[in-house]
T-cell receptor, first 115, second 114 residues
Framework: KAGVTQTPRYLIKTRGQQVTLSCSPI?????VSWYQQTPGQGLQFLFE???????NKGNFPGRFSGRQFSNSRSEMNVSTLELGDSALYLC??????????????FGEGSRLTVL | AQSVTQLGSHVSVSEGALVLLRCNYS??????LFWYVQYPNQGLQLLLK??????LVKGINGFEAEFKKSETSFHLTKPSAHMSDAAEYFC????????????FGSGTQLTVLP
């Protein structure tokens, strides 16, 4: 069974540009969450999608957005990139449904460098 | 709101020695607690979790953790460290019944010395 797949794995952008990251969850998983990991702030929750609906959102500016498609694949977008957006962006999927135990399966991440 | 504090950003142990990584949580309602491990250039892998029931939880790779409500702790232990255990370990909490929003601790880098 394939795991969570994130593309691209590495990318370099310049300030002011925008970026789109993609995540394919484990087959059958309907929930996709995104986390930002930086040395200074650690792991921070961005948002979570279930059945194409955003169920929860972290404390990030509106430049950070996401969406989920009918096949559960998800994308996140960051517009007007800032140097501080340089981070490892991790996607995680879970079986979800309503309440649950919160077990997440993480991808290897997309490492974004903003110059 | 919930939060997690991991005591010690770096821990070094000798191969074969006891591993003890500390985690304390703060939550206004019964929490679900997790330990994840991250190897270099990889995502996070679940080691173990506590939801309800038995307070001593066994996970993969010989790790276990004990939920102590009176101490608001969920420390991770392994009787005998192996070189392959060198990695970063994250404790995380979510409110029981919440959506998939984990609050992570700042992480503990474990070094295993030969």
């Amino acid at each position: 069974k394939a795991g969570v797949t994130q593309t691209p794995r590495y990318l370099i952008k310049t300030r002011g540009q925008q970026v789109t990251l993609s995540c394919s969850p484990i087959s059958g998983h309907r929930s996709v969450s995104w986390y930002q990991q930086t040395p200074g702030q650690g792991l921070q929750f961005l948002f979570e999608y279930f059945s194409e609906t955003q169920r929860n959102k972290g404390n990030f500016p509106g430049r950070f957005s996401g969406r989920q498609f009918s096949n559960s694949r998800s994308e996140m977008n960051v517009s007007t990139l800032e140097l501080g957006d340089s981070a490892l962006y991790l996607c995680a999927s879970s079986l979800a449904g309503g309440l649950g135990t919160g077990e997440l399966f993480f991808g290897e991440g997309s490492r974004l460098t903003v110059l | 709101a919930q939060s997690v504090t991991q005591l010690g950003s770096h821990v070094s142990v000798s191969e074969g020695a006891l591993v003890l990584l500390r985690c304390n949580y703060s939550s206004s309602v019964p929490p679900y607690l997790f330990w994840y491990v991250q190897y270099p250039n990889q995502g996070l892998q679940l080691l173990l979790k506590y939801t309800t029931g038995a307070t001593l939880v066994k996970g993969i790779n010989g790790f276990e953790a004990e939920f102590k409500k009176s101490e608001t702790s969920f420390h991770l232990t392994k009787p005998s460290a192996h070189m392959s255990d060198a990695a970063e370990y994250f404790c995380a909490v979510t409110l029981s019944g919440s959506a998939r929003q984990l609050t992570f601790g700042s992480g503990t880098q474990l070094t295993v010395l030969p």
